[in-house]
């Protein structure tokens, strides 16, 4: 069972480049989330979707597409690379379709740095 | 607004030195609390749900406890393998009636030996 596996571990992007941020689970967890974690701040949300086919915007959604096309999988496409979106980008999943009523499990993150 | 205040931001102890660390928060519709552990280079692992006034939750050393508007991690006789960055998380209701989880910015704790 490998959880929620997030590929690359690490990214170099010139500014102006677009890149995909892979995220899987074999859970069959209907909830999934992209995150951002940077120095001195607490995660924030970018988006989220509670099943296949539905997303929606989380609290700091620009610069930032997603979709939903298997339960299993939920990309994070960043369309024109900026050094604001430099930090680390974590992918989380839980059970429910509506919230959290059950606990995020969270991939171990990509380290992405904007030049 | 929402907010999730976590203190102190760095705490060192000793091998068997216990402390508590503090999640404080001012939230409308609190729907729960949630403590994830974070090792370097990893993503946060779940430790803990709190969801009432007054519950505990206990895990080997740590112990969670919440009130209506704090909780602690309580970690007594740590050891090395307990250095960590802890993370607080509330779950709440917003004004359109979706959930969302608040995080803190974390504790980083260092237990030397």
């Known amino acids: 069972n490998a959880g929620v596996t997030q590929t690359p571990k690490f990214q170099v992007l010139k500014t102006g480049q677009s890149m995909t941020l892979q995220c899987a689970q074999d859970?069959?967890?209907?909830?999934m989330s992209w995150y951002r974690q940077d120095p001195g701040m607490g995660l924030r949300l970018i988006h989220y979707?509670?099943?296949?086919?539905?997303?929606d915007q989380g609290e700091v959604p620009n610069g930032y597409n997603v979709s939903r096309s298997t339960t299993e999988d939920f990309p994070l496409r960043l369309l024109s690379a900026a050094p604001s979106q430099t930090s680390v980008y974590f992918c989380a999943s839980t059970r429910t379709g509506t919230g959290y009523n059950s606990p995020l499990h969270f991939g171990n993150g990509t380290r992405l740095t904007v030049t | 607004e929402d907010q999730v205040t976590q203190s102190p931001e760095a705490l060192r102890l000793q091998e068997g030195e216990s402390s508590s660390l503090n999640c404080s928060y001012t939230v409308s519709g609190l729907r729960g609390l949630f403590w994830y552990r974070q090792d370097p280079g990893k993503g946060p692992e779940f430790l803990f749900t709190l969801y009432s006034a007054g519950e505990e939750k206990e895990k080997e050393r740590l112990k969670a406890t919440l009130t209506k508007k704090e909780s602690f991690l309580h970690i007594t006789a740590p050891k090395p393998e307990d250095s960590a960055t802890y993370l607080c998380?509330?779950?709440?209701?917003?004004?359109?009636?979706?959930?969302?989880?608040?995080f803190g910015k974390g504790t980083k704790l260092t237990v030397n030996p």
């Open positions: 998380a509330v779950q709440v209701i917003t004004q359109g009636g979706s959930e969302k989880l608040v």
């Open positions: 859970m069959n967890h209907e909830y």
């Open positions: 979707s509670v099943g296949a086919g539905i997303t």
